[in-house]
């Protein structure tokens, strides 16, 4: 599976849907400095997993095909000042078309 970039490391802007080899898919959104984790079943067993949640996007570690996606992100958890999320080795990687208005 490929999707039309092969990593997003090193970028500043833009928004692009992240497939993870287990189906999640990833909205990781450059402008906003957010990033939400969609799977078709979530994960109610993982409640810092956040599905469906935009949590804040600190930093952008790795993004490459083939490797797992590294992110920090600031889950809002009093006491803690962030979270390192990985996940299983990204499949695709993805642009997501640019809503134009009429």
């Known amino acids: 599976m490929f999707g039309d970039l092969m990593t997003l490391n090193g970028l ?3 928004v692009y849907i ?3 080899e287990t189906g999640s898919e990833y909205t ?3 402008d906003q400095m957010v990033v939400t984790r969609h799977r078709e079943e979530p994960d109610v067993y993982h409640e810092l997993r956040r599905d469906e ?3 804040t996007l600190l930093k952008l570690i790795d993004c490459r095909l083939g490797y797992d996606m590294r992110l920090l992100i600031d889950l809002k958890v009093e006491g803690v000042l962030h979270t390192t999320r990985a996940t299983t080795p990204v499949v695709m990687i993805d642009r997501r078309p640019i809503s134009r208005r009429s």
């Open 12 to 14: 500043t802007a833009g």
């Open 18 to 20: 992240v497939t993870t």
């Open 28 to 30: 990781v959104d450059l």
């Open 53 to 55: 949640q935009s949590v």
